[in-house]
Structures are given as structure tokens and as C-alpha cells.
């Protein structure tokens, strides 16, 4: 049944060229890494791949405040020192540096999950991925965890103009603390995190932290210790999400694939394998809801592109004995990946400071909350209306650097476009015939107003 879900793919190749600065561990050209794997394991053949039409800063403050907008919009290393107030005050600085491109960046990644969420309201696909969006610290005016601009958030919003209910689940290890703040206060929007607590970033994420007035019981919070593993979160996870599916019952819903939840990250302590993270993917996608898949953390650079590439896979319906090779293919990064170049990694031997007790007990403590709510949410969430939206037609665009290729096929589904097949997404030895071609385009969505 998966294998016959419509996915669509968002990645512009300007993403891999920002850079936080020397010795910051969040490093942009993880996704790069992780398309380039995509392209040499064959899967951009199973799906449409599309780079985003980038959003106009204006749509960013359906949730942002427009003095940080317009902060972000004109802060550059070479002008840094004329706000040094606005600096401190949207909290830029240390974790969250300004680099060359910032705005550019943050228009890149939220393009992509506001994209998806759009394919996902007109029916047009049944997964979006986004692997370079999934930034989920940002507040409405503050910077925030390496995360400036929301997207998870603005995501929500777009589905939220064609759902009543919208899930957003969080497998970061660090606590989803933007988005819940954002939704705190509705039940038309569920947010449930499984991070790691006590004494670590960004501090929120209490089990007694379950929402306020309408959306009281509508946030579900699941701490977590050091070490924990595949069987310890598939314990708890699993049984959560179907609770959440039965009483929640959304109509869309939001996957941050956060990778520092993997065991050996950089900043992470938990112990999963790249199997126990993806079997949270693949059970979020047995409900056979409208689903849009986000990046987020991950700061071992080896590692996030196994990840992302190996649950693109699943997402795609080839698990079993339909399962991706191990044996990592010849990729632009190859050496990265040694001394193996395996696809999977063995986890360590930490030890998991997750009791079974501890467990159940912060389960049936969740559970007796879903219990409590109801199935019907009521509360409206304004999210701007549409009708001075201005929509034009995708156009045909090649990748960066590279040259278009002759063949380009009329796109005949409801958004209207072409097909572009370009060398870097189509390997030389292979012909058009070879299953769905990669599309490039720029598409007009909602959340891009009129000029």
C-alpha cells in the first residue's frame, strides 16, 4: 500500500552553500550529502522532485513578527555592529550566528515545507519531504537552537487553511519548543515530542506540560533519559501515537525526523539505530494520513545523510526484502562514509538510563491525558485568507549549474508545469523510460502573496 503513496521531494541545491561559521555543528551541507545519496540509490526515480518556490518575507510573518523579519531580512556580517540591540533582543548571536545569506537560507528551507504542505492541501501528493526544513526552535521573535525562522510552524498553518486538525510529531531529541508554544493555546493543532530532558537544551518539555485553555490535554510531552534505545522508544512511542490517532483524528500531519536522536551525534545521547528511528516514520505513515516529512537536528555530518536517505526508502514503501542496499553506492561524498561506507551503523554500547518502570509509568501518565479530550476540536486558528493570493503557473527551470537536457514532458496533473530532466538528477546511464522523471519548477502556493 505504501509503495503506491504519491511522494514528492523538495531541495534546491543553493542550500549545501551556507555555512553557520568555523566549528558550528549545524552544517547545511548535510542535505546536500543526503540528495546526492537520494540521486545515487535511484529513489529520485519513485518520486516528484521539485525545487520550492522560495515564499515572500511577508508570508513568513503569518507567524514571525515583522520587526524580526525585517531584522533578518537586513542583518549581514558587514553591518552587525549597527544592531547591536536588535542582536540581543531577537537573540542572534552565539548558537544562531549571522553568516552570508541568512535570509536567503531561512526563505530556502521554509519554502520547501510550506511547498509541501500546499501539495498536500490541493491532493496532489500523499508524503512531502523536506529534509532541509524541520527547524523547530524558532519563536515568533527570537532566534532560537540554531532555528531563526519556523517552519514547522508555518507548515502547520498552510494545512490548517484545509484541516481541521493538524498533528505535528517531533522525534528530536531535543524538545519541539517553538512549535508548541506556537499552538499551545488550540485544539485544532496536537503537538507530541519524545526528547530528551533534565539540564538540556531548550529545557521545556515536562510531562505536567500538557497545553493551556482550549488546548489544554492538546500537548503531549514524553522526556526522556540517556541511551535510549530501539526497543525502549518503540515501547512507548507506538502505543502513544496510536492512542493520539484514535482520539485526535487529524486530517494532516507533521513529522520532524530530527537525526540527533541517532546513536554516536555530536550533540545527541540517545542510542537508536537507523531502523528504530525510521520505524517511527513507517508507523506514522501506516494511519495513511496526509503527511508532510521534515529534517531538523543532526550534527554527526556522516550520519544524517544515512538517515534521511535510508527513511526517504521507507517512505517510498521498500522495506523487507524490498530494502535498500547496505553497501553505500558511489556517491560525491563517498569518503565520508568510511571506513565501512555501510549504510547502517552498529550503535554503542551505552547504557540506557530508561527504566521499563519509567516508562510505563510517564506512558499511562500520557494516556489518561489523551483519554480526556475530545474528538471534535472547536477553537479557529486565524491563518490569513487567500483571496488577494495571486497564483501563476510553475516554471520550467533547470538545476543550479546545470544544463537542461532536451526532453522535457508536460506535467498534466492539477498544478500544471513541465518536467525537467537535468544531469545531476538523471544518471547518464539512464533513459527517460525509467519510471517517473525528477520535476524542477518553481510552483505559486497560498502562502506566497501578490506583490
Not at 540554531?146 to 490548517?160: R, T, W
Not at 505535528?168 to 507530541?192: K, N, P, Q, S
Request: with cysteine; aromatic share 10%.
Amino acid at each position: 500500500m505504501s509503495s503506491q503513496k504519491r511522494v514528492s521531494y523538495f531541495y534546491d541545491a543553493e542550500i549545501g552553500n551556507f555555512h553557520y561559521g568555523q566549528g558550528h555543528p549545524m552544517k547545511p551541507h548535510r542535505v546536500r550529502m543526503t540528495h546526492n545519496l537520494v540521486v545515487n540509490y535511484g529513489l529520485y526515480r519513485k518520486m516528484d522532485v521539485f525545487r520550492p518556490r522560495l515564499m515572500s518575507p511577508t508570508a513568513m510573518t503569518r507567524f514571525h513578527s515583522d520587526d524580526y523579519i525585517n531584522f533578518l531580512k537586513s542583518i549581514t556580517p558587514d553591518n552587525m555592529q549597527d544592531y547591536s540591540r536588535q542582536l540581543a533582543r531577537f537573540n542572534v548571536g552565539e548558537d544562531c550566528p549571522v553568516f552570508d545569506g541568512l535570509f536567503e537560507f531561512c526563505r530556502l528551507y521554509t519554502s520547501g515545507s510550506i511547498g509541501g504542505a500546499d501539495r498536500l492541501n490541493d491532493g496532489s501528493s500523499d508524503v512531502c519531504i523536506n529534509w532541509s526544513g524541520g527547524l523547530h526552535h524558532a519563536k515568533k521573535a527570537e532566534a532560537s537552537g540554531f532555528c531563526y525562522i519556523n517552519d514547522c510552524v508555518l507548515a502547520i498553518l498552510e494545512l490548517l487553511k484545509k484541516h481541521e486538525r493538524v498533528l505535528y510529531i517531533d522525534i528530536d531529541i531535543h524538545h519541539g519548543d517553538g512549535v508548541e508554544e506556537a499552538f499551545y493555546t488550540t485544539d485544532r493543532v496536537m503537538t507530541l515530542s519524545f526528547h530528551k530532558f533534565g539540564e538540556y537544551f531548550p529545557g521545556t518539555g515536562d510531562v505536567l506540560d500538557i497545553g493551556y485553555g482550549s488546548g489544554k490535554n492538546y500537548a503531549i510531552n514524553f522526556p526522556l533519559n540517556d541511551g535510549m534505545d530501539d526497543a525502549s522508544f518503540k515501547s512507548v512511542f507506538r502505543p502513544i501515537m496510536e492512542k493520539v490517532m484514535e482520539k485526535f483524528r487529524p486530517g494532516a500531519i507533521v513529522l520532524q525526523c530530527g537525526a540527533d536522536s541517532l546513536s554516536g551525534d555530536r550533540l545527541g545521547c540517545f542510542n537508536l539505530s537507523l531502523r528504530g528511528h525510521a520505524d517511527c516514520v513507517q508507523y506514522v505513515q501506516s494511519f495513511n494520513v496526509p503527511l508532510l516529512v521534515l529534517g531538523g537536528g543532526g550534527y554527526t555530518l556522516r550520519n544524517v545523510p544515512r538517515c534521511w536517505t535510508y527513511e526517504t526508502s521507507v517512505l517510498l514503501g521498500m522495506t523487507g526484502n524490498n530494502e535498500i542496499r547496505d553497501a553505500l553506492p558511489y556517491n560525491d561524498y563517498f569518503e565520508y562514509f568510511g571506513p565501512d561506507y555501510r549504510l547502517h551503523l552498529p550503535v554503542s554500547n551505552m547504557e540506557n538510563l530508561n527504566s521499563p518502570q519509567y516508562l510505563e509509568k510517564t506512558k499511562i501518565q500520557l494516556l489518561e491525558v489523551l483519554r480526556s479530550i475530545e474528538c471534535a476540536p472547536s477553537v479557529q486558528v486565524q491563518t490569513g485568507g487567500t483571496s488577494n493570493l495571486n497564483p501563476v503557473s510553475m516554471i520550467a527551470m533547470a538545476a543550479d549549474g546545470v544544463e537542461e537536457q532536451q526532453s522535457v514532458q508536460e506535467n498534466s496533473g492539477r498544478n500544471g508545469g513541465v518536467k525537467v530532466m537535468t544531469e545531476e538528477d538523471m544518471p547518464m546511464d539512464e533513459s527517460t523510460d525509467n519510471g517517473n522523471v525528477a520535476i524542477e519548477g518553481r510552483k505559486e502556493h497560498p502562502a506566497e502573496f501578490a506583490s
